[in-house]
């Protein structure tokens, strides 16, 4: 059963940093998209940063320069630096992929909460 396990998020000053990771496991053949999203009280979910199978990465206007996503092997990663009061949020892994060659499968994490506040 895939599974994926977020960690990392908790309560940082402005201008501080937070290492998120999500970690995938189970039976998955391959791994093609995987994505952090955001999703402040009130408001939409929100792409934060994106990074394809090929390795190709792309970053929401307002987090580029400041966030970074990376992967190894099963575990997608989020560096947050400068973090802002806005970036404050649930932040959720989704992964997307396939499990056999017939199957594909679009998963979420459990979410981790980012707090940026003085």
């Known amino acids: 059963q895939l599974q994926l396990v977020e960690s990392g998020g908790g309560l940082v000053q402005p201008g501080g940093s937070l290492r998120l990771s999500c970690a995938a496991s189970?039976?998955?053949?391959?791994?093609?998209?995987m994505d952090w999203y955001r999703q402040a009280p009130g408001k939409q979910r929100e792409l934060v940063a994106g990074l394809s199978s090929g390795g190709s990465t792309n970053y929401a206007d307002s987090v580029k320069g400041r966030f970074t996503i990376s992967r190894e092997k099963m575990t997608v990663y989020l560096q947050l630096n400068s973090l802002k009061p806005d970036d404050t949020a649930v932040y959720y892994c989704n992964v997307q992929g396939k499990t056999t060659l017939w199957s594909e499968f679009d998963s979420w994490g459990q979410g981790t909460q980012v707090t940026v506040s003085s």
């Open positions: 189970g039976l998955i053949l391959r791994i093609n998209n």
